[in-house]
């Protein structure tokens, strides 16, 4: 349903090595790029991930309420993303945990401040 989310950088560079060393976690990696614009996939043709400089060059802001989730595809694959992205200069917005019977999810904010979450539906009895 959805074919990509962009966020925005205020340093496409640094958030370029973030996202590169993060999503290749789960098997992302860049998929098409621009000078101003890296689009990020994986082999099966899902939804993308792009990181860009905004359109109209002017300063990267972080939308309230916006946040990208990416699926760790287990409970261990969520951790280990919150993990990496701490490790890469993210910092905490909600550590790993059982949020819902069906939800397992943690929270960072990458190196520009946005809001990403990595999560696992739990199943429920």
Same mark, same amino acid.
């Given at each position: 349903?959805?074919?990509?989310?962009?966020?925005?950088? @205020?340093?496409?560079?640094?958030?370029?090595?973030?996202?590169?060393?993060? %999503? =290749?976690?789960?098997?992302? @990696? *860049?998929? $098409?790029?621009?000078?101003?614009?890296?689009?990020?996939?994986?082999?099966?043709?899902?939804? $993308? +991930?792009?990181?860009?400089? &905004? !359109?109209?060059?002017?300063? *990267?802001?972080?939308?309230?309420? *916006? $946040?990208?989730?990416? &699926?760790?595809?287990?409970?261990?694959? =969520?951790? =280990?993303?919150?993990? @990496? =992205?701490?490790?890469?200069? !993210?910092?905490? !917005?909600?550590?790993?945990? *059982?949020? #819902?019977? #069906? #939800?397992?999810?943690?929270?960072?904010?990458? +190196?520009?401040?946005? @809001? %990403?979450?990595? #999560?696992? $539906?739990?199943?429920?009895?």
């Amino acid at each position: 349903m959805i074919g990509y989310t962009t966020i925005g950088s @205020k340093n496409l560079e640094k958030s370029v090595a973030f996202y590169d060393e993060l %999503l =290749a976690l789960v098997g992302g @990696k *860049q998929v $098409m790029g621009l000078d101003r614009i890296k689009f990020y996939g994986t082999d099966d043709g899902g939804g $993308m +991930l792009a990181v860009c400089v &905004p !359109a109209d060059e002017g300063e *990267q802001s972080c939308g309230n309420g *916006q $946040m990208v989730a990416i &699926p760790g595809g287990s409970i261990e694959g =969520a951790n =280990a993303l919150y993990n @990496k =992205a701490i490790e890469l200069g !993210a910092t905490d !917005a909600g550590a790993p945990g *059982q949020r #819902f019977d #069906f #939800f397992y999810g943690s929270y960072v904010n990458d +190196l520009d401040g946005n @809001k %990403l979450c990595f #999560f696992h $539906m739990t199943p429920t009895d």
